[in-house]
Every structure is written in C-alpha cells, then in structure tokens.
C-alpha cells in the first residue's frame, strides 16, 4: 500500500503579484450573534505570504514592490483570485488592488 506525504507546495507569484492568506470571518457578531458559515462575510483584510519581483517596466527594469512579505492588508472587496493551496484559502491579486497597509 502506498502512502502519500503531504508536500509543502511553494508559490511564487509573477511581476507585480501578491499572494495573502484571508483573515478568519467573524463567527460571534458585535452583539453576540452567531453567525453560520453561509452567512459569513470573507473579510477583505490578511497577511502577505509572497510577493512578485515588481511589475516590468518599459524601460526594462523592474519597478519596486512598496509591500512585502508579512504585511497585513486590506484589499478590493471583488480583487483578485481565490485559490486553495493544501487545505488554506489564498487570494493572489495585484499590487494596485492592496487599499491599505496595517501598521506602524
């Protein structure tokens, strides 16, 4: 009998490309509701895993990334594409469809 191992698959993503793992819906609302899972809102907030090298310009070169990996975002309510990579929900997206940046 064979056995499968489980194998981290890694993604990279192209040019100006992001690659966040979504934040977790809210289960409990504000004023104590709890919410069933079709009912839940995906938040458009997470964490950056990977980013692309920068969008290639016309001039050749690259342009830089101002986000990097471990920022936490907001992006584009209908941005992107979700993609499930070893049972985990990803969003890649565009650079330009991050509205905002948390933190210092």
């Known amino acids: 009998m064979a056995t499968a191992t489980a194998k981290k698959m890694k993604i990279r993503p192209l040019d100006d490309r992001i690659v966040i793992e979504q934040s977790t819906a809210e289960e409990i609302t504000a004023g104590g509701i709890v919410l069933p899972d079709s009912a839940k809102e995906k938040p458009q907030r997470g964490k950056v895993v990977a980013t692309g090298p920068g969008k290639l310009l016309d001039s050749g070169k690259r342009g830089e990334m101002d986000i990097k990996?471990?920022?936490?975002?907001?992006?584009?309510k209908y941005s992107g594409t979700t993609v499930e990579i070893n049972g985990t929900e990803y969003v890649i997206l565009r650079e330009s469809d991050v509205l905002a940046i948390l933190g210092d």
């Open 69 to 76: 990996k471990g920022d936490e975002v907001f992006y584009a």
